[in-house]
Structures are given as C-alpha cells and as structure tokens.
C-alpha cells in the first residue's frame, strides 16, 4: 500500500455558504422524489444487473454486533435480557428460552438506517413534508416502512483510510470529492446511478484498536462539499463506518450537515457505524470493490429509523 500524503483541510462553510450548497442540491435531486426518495434509483432493472456482481457466493456483514455495555460512544446501550426462566429443571419436557431487547436506534455504536423522517430542517423534511408529520406517537410519513420490501442492489465500497496509506482516518478529519474520485481510480471501480455507496474511513478499526472515544464530538466523516459526488452519480443509499458527519462540523450552525444535505435535500437513506473490516480484506484479495448487497430493515411502520445488517454477496 503506498502512502498518500494527507491533503489540507476542506475550508469550513459558512450559514450562507451551506444554503447556497443545501438549495443546490435539492435543485438536483429529481431522480429522489417520492415517499422512497433516492430509492426510486433502485429499479427492477438495476436489481437484476446487481445480481450479476455475485461470483463467489462468498456473504460479508457490514454491521457491528450490537453493544450492550455502556461507553463514552454509547451511554444508552441496547438492553437485553433473558425473559424466560433459566433457573427451571429442564432436564425433560419442552421448554423455551426467551429474551428481549431495547434499543436507542440512532445512537454513536449500532449499526442503523436513518429513515427521510429522521432529519428536519428549517421546518421540513425531504420533499418540503412539513416536520408536523412527526409526532410523539411516530412518524406519519417518510418512515422506515418506505423500505420494507428492502434495499437491493450494487454495492461499491470506497476505501479512503486504503486509499491515504493508513488505518483509519483521525478524527475531525474530512473526505472530499477528490478523495471519493482518486479512491476510484486507485480501485478500479466506479460508482454510477442506482448504486449503494460505502464509504470507509476505518472508525471501526481505530475503536477497536484504540477503544472508544466520544464519537459525538470528534469523528471522520463526509466534508458536505463531497455530497456533489453523490449527486453527479445519483446514488441510492450512502453508508459509512462512522455517522458519516464529520465532528466538529465544518459548517457554521449546522452540526450535522452531511445528514441534512443527504437525507432532508437528497432524500437518501444513510446507513451509520456499518463496519467494513470484514469486507474490506475480502474486495482486496479478490480485486474488486463491488458486489451484490442486501438490507432488510425491520417493519416499524412509524419509527425514524431501524438497527440493520447488511449482507454484502460476492
């Protein structure tokens, strides 16, 4: 692996600066209208050309087993328990084991899906819903139940801590356009219309050799500049192993960005804290980047989001 030496900060965005941005990308994003946004992409057609990516057979998780223990990432752990009893003679006789489990879905550890209700801005969600929608018994419109037949099609995972020479991206550090453009020529690849986007900027990797860290203050991630690439190639879905915002935010008085650009303008669904440090060994000793992927969120007709786990078929 050759070192490429890191580029100087993407400059940071003012309020003004980020409208310019955010209204242009909404101006782009035709192919996203609809309860699906993005997902439109998503077309029966492609579907079958994405089957085509499988040659092996080999299947690949993209999620992070779910956490039960607290840490400075995740102070509301996902709860489980045993509900049945453990302690019974079970020596004869059928008997059951049951468990339960609580989760807070959108919090810095689990793998999870952020549904078009998820991000509101200035008043709206994507498509100019109006933020009313979502009420304290859920989310009537945009909802994860857009995506209950699931989310099918051409993965393509972009290696950017592969492509800088290093483990995993420092935290506050940024992934641009030429980042995203140069990861495809190092790996031969390219990200086209319909396509599942990963980016990877070895978040997993760092918490795992380094432990947790606060990942709501500082963490790699998208520069909101990047977004154009998502744009020019008209992606369905963008995933990435950390929130995929970079903290602190570039932008001036908007902490999360990349999630308003993606989902509220571009009605993208985002996958956050997926891993790709099973996957990302497998495209390397085969060659390639790009493979068939399968998400099936769970069924919550009126929740904002839902823990997923990604299979990547190759």
Known sequence: MTTRARPAGPPRLTKDEFGVLHRHLLSRAAWASGDRGALEALTPARVVAATREVRTGRTVTLAA??????????????????????????SSGLHFARDSFAMNVHGDADSHLDALCHVIYDGT??????????????????????????????GVLLDIARLRGVPWLEPGDHVTVGDLTAAESAQHVRVTEGDLLFVRVGHRRRRAELGPWHAARERAGLHPSALE???????????????????????????????????????LHLLDYLQFEDLAPVCEAEGRWSFLCVIAPLRLPDATGSPVNPIAVL
């Open 65 to 90: 087993p779910v956490e039960t223990l607290p840490g400075p990432d995740n102070p509301e752990p996902a709860k489980h328990r045993m509900s049945g009893r453990t302690d019974d003679d079970t």
């Open 229 to 267: 690439f998502l744009a020019d190639r008209r992606v369905a879905v963008l995933g990435g192993d950390g929130n995929n915002d970079t903290a602190p935010s570039s932008t001036e008085g908007v902490d999360f960005p990349v999630h308003v650009l993606a989902v509220q303008a571009m009605g």
């Open 125 to 154: 969600l994507h498509g100019g819903v109006s933020a009313s929608s979502v009420t304290a018994d859920g989310a009537t419109a945009l909802s994860v139940e857009a995506a209950r037949d699931g989310i099918v099609g051409r």
